[in-house]
């Protein structure tokens, strides 16, 4: 570092000037060390900035004044913000403190005899930021200002919402009771409780609903409040939204998505709560079985339980098990796969189901839930049968990796067995990826039918990509021929 005098420094470009103001609050270094290196140095991180305040004419005023807060330099910053250079520096210097949480750097701007800062600057920026963080001190002082003071409902009932979304309940009850403008509970169509509730603050939410005019309804946005607070896991919420003396929520609202979202987080209490409710219950199974499906893809296997242990629909109890065999399936979940398997049989639509588990389960290569799924089935042909559905299942929907993992284990497929459409299952794997276009199926199906000799049932083998194209150009011909064509056609067949 070249030594210098405060004299070259005033012939210094002011980007120059500001870099090494910057550099100089980044510094971790002590006084001694600084003033060592350079006497500019020791002048920025003491208190004489009278020398270096050419930087507030060029708008880095605000730059350095940053700084000096995240390194608590305050006497820095108590300088800068007794000369601001602007009247726009000085509103921006305002929001940065009061964010910061710094009443006397606030007081010192708004009393500043030139350039001073208005709290209601920026249409209340100051004040939402300063709630934001839970600064009681500030925020009392914008409010009370005495020019321009700061309004409480400021851009929308911003300070509010996010005061109660950090839990600043004393912010939050100073902006409720404000003399003039002040903020309603229920503003916004109770926006502010349904963040309180999303982040659990019970004392919050309580004051919100509590509120002696313009309370908030817990029932608010379709029961908002109550979905979030699920999701979380806030138990205490939940009950409290719950039990509302008036416009109480549903534990069935929007056809039961907080019971899917407590669910799919495995919050075994709040489902509880929901499925128990006296009034307006929950239903285990609605959403076509979608909490069943998520609790079980997310391994919550208490959660699995309790839906099953509660009353369902007659047209979902035959079907709930297969959702929750699908779900465990993807998810890898070898307790909750057994847990479905000691209870359910193989027939009918169940087998659609126990293949696609199957699909699920090899696209992502759980080889565990794929065996214990193999030996819930005593009888070999049903194994290679349900594995062949899959099979057909997995090309026809893209699932290349499952394909693979299929075609690795010849054993457990019966090629030549009969499936669905009367076909064999191999053959009718290779028509639906090739009639989906999944060109990688296709070439590992037609390696495997070249490698074990299995015969096309056209009498003919044509590859990969000329019969890919081949059946988009019947496809494409095909949509051009007309009715009375097609009809001539069936009449010569």
Known sequence: MVFCSMSTVRQLPSDIVADVVLRALRLEASICELSAVCRFWHLIVCRNLAEVLILRDNGNMVRVLRLALKHQKLDVALDLVSRPGSSEASQQALALVAQNGHSDLASRLMNCSQHPAHANSFDGRSLVLAAQNGHLEVVRMLLDAPQHPAHADCQENLALMRAAQGGHIEVVRLLLGAPEHATHADSQDGMALVRAAGRGHIEVVRLLLDAPQHAAHADCQESLALVGAAHHGHTEVVRILMCASQHAAHADCQDGRALVRAADRGHIEILRLFLDS??????ADCQCCLAYVLASRGGHIEA??????????????????????????????????????????????ENWFY????????????????RTMQDSLHDPAQVKSLQGQALVIAAGADHTEAVRVFLESPQHLALDSKSLHGQPCFQQALDAARQA????????????????????????HVQGDQHLQGDQHVQHDQRDVSTKADASCCVTQ
Not at 278 to 283: G, K, L
Not at 308 to 333: E, I, M, N, S
């Open 437 to 460: 276009g999944h060109t990688e199926a296709v070439h590992l199906l037609q390696d495997f039918q070249d490698s074990q000799g299995i015969g096309n049932s056209s009498g003919q």
């Open 355 to 370: 293949a696609q588990a199957l699909v699920q389960a090899a696209d992502e290569r759980h080889t565990e839930v794929m």
């Open 278 to 283: 006296p009034q307006y219950a929950a239903h």
């Open 304 to 349: 699995v339980r309790t839906l099953l242990a509660a009353p369902q629909h007659a047209d979902h109890a035959d079907c709930r098990l297969c959702h929750v065999l699908v779900g465990a399936a993807k998810g890898g979940h070898v307790e909750i796969v057994r847990l479905v398997l000691d209870d359910r049989a193989h027939s009918g639509h």
